[in-house]
C-alpha cells in the first residue's frame, strides 16, 4: 500500500484491531504552523513527525509526560495542552497567571516563583516567598503531588495519584520536616495553598500519562474473566477517554473543527497571544480494488508551544478493512 501525501504535514498509517477485533488501518496527520507576530500563522519547515511511543520529560513512570503516542484509535473530543514557561511581563512580580483558552474551554493557573515553608514556634507553618517569578517551567513537576514515603510503616505512605511527580503531599502520617521545604509553584487560583496539609488538585496544563488519574480509571477491568474470553482485545468496560491524554477541563466535549480562537496570557515574553486555528479541513482518499472512499478525519489534538512560537495539530482517521487488507492500493492525502 502506498502512501501518497500532496500534503506539508507528516502522515504515518498503522493496522491495528479495533474493540471488536476487526482489523482497520489508522492514519495520523500531524501539521507544524508557526505563529506569527500579529496572531497569522504560517506553515512550518520543520514538521513535527508522528511519534509511535510516548515521550518522558526523565525516566517513565517517575517524570512528567511530554508526547503521549499518536497510536491510538480515537478520543471522544480534542485534547488542548499548552507547553511552555509562566513568564512575567514586569520585575519583582511574585505571582502570574496563566490563561489558556482554545475555542469552547479555557483554563486558568496562579504560577508563583520559589517558595518555602518556615516552621513556627507553635508547630505552624508560614510561607516565605524567596525569589520574584522569572520563568516557571509548567510541567507537573511543579505542581502540586508527589509521593510522601517517608514513615516506615509502608502501610501509611501515600502518592498523588492524580500527579505522582508533583511536590508539596504530605501524607497523615508523615516524618517529613517541612521547615524549608518548597511548595509548588503552579496552583488553581481559586484553592491556593495556605498549610501544608492542604491538598489541592494539581494544577497543569500538560499532558497526563495513562497510569495517573483519573485517566487510569478509564482503562477497563483486566480480570480473570478477562484473561480467559476476552484478551488480546479490550475490555468490555475499556472507555475511549483512556485516550484522551489532555489535563482536567482541557478535552473538549466533542471534536473542534480546527478554526477556533486561541487565547493565552502570562506565558510568552511578548505578552498576550491571540490566533485563529489555521481552518485546514484535509482530506484523505482511501482506495481498494474496486472501490475508493474519502476517510473522515476529527481533529483530536491539539499542541501549543509559546516558546517555541508554534502550534501542532493532529487528525485521525479509521477504515475498517477488515478482511480486505489485502486489496488496499492507496492512501492519498491533499489540501
Known amino acids: 500500500m502506498n502512501i501518497i501525501n500532496h500534503s506539508p504535514m507528516a502522515a504515518a498509517t498503522y493496522f491495528l484491531m479495533d474493540r471488536d477485533g476487526a482489523e482497520v488501518i489508522l492514519l495520523v496527520l500531524k501539521g507544524t504552523w508557526c505563529i506569527e507576530r500579529g496572531g497569522t500563522l504560517s506553515i512550518a519547515d520543520e514538521q513535527m513527525p508522528v511519534i509511535s511511543e510516548p515521550v518522558y520529560r526523565g525516566e517513565p513512570g517517575k517524570s512528567s509526560l511530554i508526547f503521549d503516542t499518536d497510536v491510538v484509535l480515537e478520543k471522544p473530543g480534542t485534547d488542548c495542552v499548552l507547553?511552555?514557561?509562566?513568564?512575567a511581563l514586569k520585575s519583582r512580580l511574585t505571582h502570574v497567571d496563566v490563561t489558556f483558552g482554545i475555542g469552547p474551554i479555557k483554563k486558568q493557573a496562579r504560577v508563583f516563583g520559589d517558595r518555602r515553608w518556615k516552621k513556627g514556634l507553635m508547630g505552624g507553618a508560614s510561607v516565605i516567598k524567596i525569589r520574584p517569578i522569572e520563568a516557571?517551567?509548567?510541567i507537573w513537576e511543579n505542581a502540586f503531588g508527589g509521593i510522601d514515603a517517608s514513615c516506615e510503616d509502608p502501610s501509611r505512605h501515600e502518592v498523588c495519584?492524580?500527579?505522582?511527580?508533583?511536590?508539596?503531599?504530605?501524607a497523615a502520617k508523615?516524618?517529613?520536616?517541612?521547615?524549608?521545604k518548597f511548595l509548588p509553584n503552579i496552583e488553581d487560583p481559586t484553592d491556593v495553598i495556605k498549610n501544608p496539609k492542604?491538598?489541592?488538585k494539581p494544577a497543569g496544563f500538560g499532558m497526563i500519562a495513562p497510569h495517573w488519574h483519573p485517566r487510569a480509571s478509564f482503562a477497563g477491568t483486566y480480570d480473570e474473566y478477562w484473561r480467559k474470553f476476552i484478551s488480546p482485545l479490550l475490555p468490555e468496560d475499556f472507555n475511549m477517554r483512556f485516550n484522551s491524554c489532555a489535563a482536567s477541563g482541557l478535552t473538549t466535549p466533542s471534536h473542534l473543527k480546527g478554526t477556533e480562537r486561541v487565547l493565552i496570557e502570562g506565558a510568552s515574553n511578548n505578552g498576550r497571544i491571540l490566533f485563529d486555528m489555521p481552518g485546514v479541513t484535509p482530506r484523505v482518499i482511501v482506495r481498494r480494488w474496486g472501490y475508493e472512499a474519502d476517510l473522515p478525519m476529527q481533529l483530536d489534538t491539539v499542541v501549543v508551544e509559546p516558546d517555541n512560537e508554534r502550534v501542532m495539530l493532529t487528525w485521525r482517521g479509521v477504515w475498517n478493512v477488515h478482511g480486505k487488507m489485502h486489496q488496499l492500493i492507496s492512501v492519498r492525502v491533499e489540501i
Open 174 to 180: 508523615s516524618k517529613i520536616d517541612i521547615d524549608g
Open 198 to 200: 492542604q491538598r489541592p
Open 83 to 87: 507547553i511552555g514557561h509562566a513568564r
Open 136 to 138: 516557571i517551567p509548567l
Open 161 to 170: 495519584r492524580e500527579n505522582p511527580v508533583g511536590r508539596g503531599l504530605i
